[in-house]
């Protein structure tokens, strides 16, 4: 199904019935990275997941990818589709936008999972994103996509790798680099960390080296009375590589 937000009509599917929880992919991903918790979650929930703009099937427009700018994506989608109060269950660039829209629009939420996430980016990583964005035209899409994918899992079999690249190539170009450039030079939540006022869960790969677990730590140290579980032998993609783990550590959270 398709809805139309803020100009731009967002590719979203809709499973089960009950409370409301939204899944938020990462950069370079779509719907179809949470068909493991699409299944396991609709048994007791209403399961909404949708392709941010210019990923999967989503419109692919000009202009902002702003972290600030996919919250305002999800914020009218939530409220274009009457869900009221939700869960949100944000991995990588989803996480990001999960915690944004929390500390933007506290009322729209019930429960937070940040999976593979961070307050803010790493010196080191905003340089080699802002690096990687400045050589966009010369870079091969297709070489930068296989680089990101293969970095992002601990030990993954090649039907993982096929599975994570057929995604990501349906990511304009366009949308990959802005997003990028993006969130490699604005996105810092760190000093508002303490105004998220929602029960918030922190999931990480231990071999996570994208968001670490120490930077894991930190989300948790930030945000009051918020759970910290990291996932053994894991590396960024966490419910693709431990789905059993990640479902059983999800369901749990949002039944409590």
Not at 7 to 29: A, M, N, Q, S
Not at 168 to 176: E, L, P
Request: proline fraction near 4%.
């Amino acid at each position: 199904m398709r809805i139309r937000v803020n100009g731009v009509e967002l590719y979203y599917e809709e499973h089960g019935e009950g409370d409301p929880v939204v899944l938020i992919h990462g950069w370079l991903d779509n719907t179809a990275v949470w068909d493991s918790q699409i299944d396991f979650l609709a048994k007791t929930r209403r399961v909404i997941a949708y392709d941010h703009r210019g990923h999967g099937r989503s419109d692919r427009p000009k202009g902002d990818y702003s972290v600030r700018a996919l919250a305002d994506d999800l914020h009218a989608l939530t409220r274009n589709l009457g869900l009221g109060r939700v869960a949100l269950v944000g991995h990588s660039l989803g996480s990001m936008t999960a915690l944004t829209f929390a500390l933007d629009h506290p009322d729209g939420l019930s429960r937070l999972v940040l999976a593979s996430s961070t307050a803010r980016l790493s010196p080191v990583a905003r340089v080699l994103g802002n690096l990687v964005a400045t050589l966009n035209p010369i870079v091969p899409y297709r070489r930068l996509v296989r680089m990101t994918q293969r970095s992002g899992f601990y030990r993954p079999t090649e039907e993982l790798l096929s599975r994570a690249y057929e995604r990501a190539m349906k990511t304009s170009r366009y949308a990959a680099f802005e997003c990028m450039k993006a969130f490699t030079r604005d996105y810092d939540l760190s000093a508002r960390l303490a105004e998220v006022a929602v029960p918030t869960l922190i999931v990480v790969g231990e071999k996570d080296f994208g968001t670490t677990v120490g930077m894991a730590r930190y989300l948790n140290r930030g945000i009051v009375g918020s759970q910290l579980h990291v996932i053994p032998d894991c590396g960024h993609g966490v419910m693709e590589e431990r789905p059993e783990e990640f479902n059983r550590v999800v369901g749990e959270w949002l039944a409590a």
